[in-house]
């Protein structure tokens, strides 16, 4: 449901409300809404979880990954 949005997903959806966009509008509200696995009844966050799969499971530091050349 569109009230129930909240945050990145809310302004997305409001965004594309107020430019017309009803498809993109209601698309959001699946992104971010919530699903139920079919396996074991649980309900969680879209988005969460597809940030979670498509994470680096570990920061690259930019510093530790730079090649000290003052040797």
Known sequence: ???ELTGAGRW????ATA???MLL???LT???GQATCGLCGSTFDLADRFEAEN???QP???IVART???T
Not at 12 to 15: A, P
């Open 68 to 70: 000290d050349r003052s």
């Open 55 to 57: 994470s680096p499971h």
């Open 25 to 27: 509008a209601e698309g």
């Open 12 to 15: 997305m959806h409001d965004t």
């Open 19 to 21: 430019g017309g966009d």
């Open 1 to 3: 449901m569109p009230d």
């Open 30 to 32: 699946y992104l971010f």
């Open 60 to 62: 690259i530091d930019p």
